[in-house]
């Protein structure tokens, strides 16, 4: 019996050595999965923040391009103008009048186009009168001779 206890001892030590590297090593393997997957989803992270700098960079080169091509197009735009302007002055002389306030942009409307002062921006509903009901009012369009009848 003894032969049988010496025998097993060793085998339940082995097993518990065994079962306690086994252990160790499917930790130590499922942290390096975790690590793995960590990073691969901060360099997916790295990229996307780099690809939105880039894009955020050429949006801004793209505007600021814009800006100046729209400035150029302005000065040009008043330089054939201008060219405009001095060859009908100096060709027709008094016939035509080209004038710089164009150039400056707009002015006092009253003063340089006294038609245009009493014009509005055009209703989208019919104005009612002092003495009329209004187009929301019930009796509003019902001739009061009908309405008695029935």
Request: aromatic share 6%; hydrophobic share 35%; net charge negative.
């Amino acid at each position: 019996m003894e032969s049988a206890t010496n025998l097993m001892i060793p085998f339940i030590l082995g097993g518990l050595i065994g079962a306690a590297v086994g252990w160790y090593l499917a930790l130590n393997s499922r942290s390096d999965n975790k690590r793995r997957v960590i990073m691969d989803l901060e360099s997916q992270l790295d990229q996307a923040r780099q690809g939105r700098a880039d894009y955020e960079a050429e949006v801004t080169e793209h505007f600021a391009q814009t800006a100046e091509l729209l400035h150029k197009l302005t000065d040009d735009y008043r330089s054939v103008y201008t060219h405009l302007a001095k060859g009908a002055d100096q060709l027709c002389g008094d016939q035509v009048s080209m004038s710089d306030s164009a150039l400056n942009g707009p002015g006092d409307v009253s003063a340089e186009q006294p038609h245009l002062v009493g014009v509005a921006q055009p209703l989208d509903y019919a104005p009612k009168k002092p003495d009329e009901q209004g187009q929301l009012s019930e009796t509003f369009g019902l001739d009061k001779s009908n309405t008695t009848a029935a």
